[in-house]
């Protein structure tokens, strides 16, 4: 099986999370013997803010205020994860990022540097109102209405640009999803439009 390329997004309480192991299961049934490398940048970023560097430091700080942080760390992450991991062979995965128009383009660059053929943008579809309904039946601290609130506005106002950037870039095979729907179906979707 020629080594796919899926780049995922969604707001928080999309599902987009459940969508992407569903389709690994998927892709690990049709390829048993290949390999998947998965990218999920924020649990990278978790793992980055846990050590003792100056960067870390930093960082910390910087959530810390609520504010953002610079494009060169995601990037720097995700780049590294690749240079380090891919052989050529791979499924590649990635979820949460990029969630800037920077990181985009440093990303399309990645893509077309490896001579990833046909990769698939998948954008799992909700109403904010979806979304902060599923969150707060999550019941993570963080999940308050101004918090839930915060997150989807930063989402339109910076990821959805970001995805249109792939939208509108002809490499890229770009499929929209309802996520307002159940998880099987969701998935019924999405195998159905990636075509497996």
């Known amino acids: 099986m020629q080594p796919q390329t899926f780049i995922f997004f969604g707001p928080s309480g999309s599902g987009k999370g459940t969508q992407v192991k ?8 049709k390829d048993p013997g290949g390999t998947i490398l998965y990218l999920e940048t924020g649990e990278k970023f978790r793992e980055l803010i846990k050590k003792e560097s100056f960067t870390a430091k930093i960082a910390k700080e910087i959530i810390g205020k609520g504010e953002l942080i ?16 891919l052989t050529g062979q791979e499924h590649l995965f990635f979820d949460g990022s990029p969630r800037k128009l920077e990181e985009a383009k440093v990303l ?3 893509i077309k540097f490896y001579n990833r053929e046909n990769p ?6 909700v109403s904010d109102k979806w979304a902060t309904e599923r969150l707060k039946e999550r019941g993570r601290e963080d999940d308050n209405k ?5 997150r989807l506005d930063w989402y339109h106002k910076n990821v959805i640009p970001t995805m249109e ?3 509108n870039n ?6 929209s999803i309802n996520g307002e729907q159940t998880i099987e179906e969701a998935h019924k979707e999405i195998m159905k439009k990636v075509g497996l």
């Open 22 to 29: 569903l389709l690994q299961e998927e892709i690990k049934k």
């Open 70 to 85: 610079p494009e060169f760390l995601p990037i720097w992450i995700w780049t590294q994860y690749i240079v380090e991991n």
């Open 108 to 110: 399309d660059s990645a």
């Open 120 to 125: 698939v943008v998948v954008s799992i579809e």
């Open 146 to 150: 101004e918090d839930i609130k915060e």
């Open 165 to 167: 950037y792939f939208k």
């Open 170 to 175: 002809s490499y890229y095979k770009f499929i």
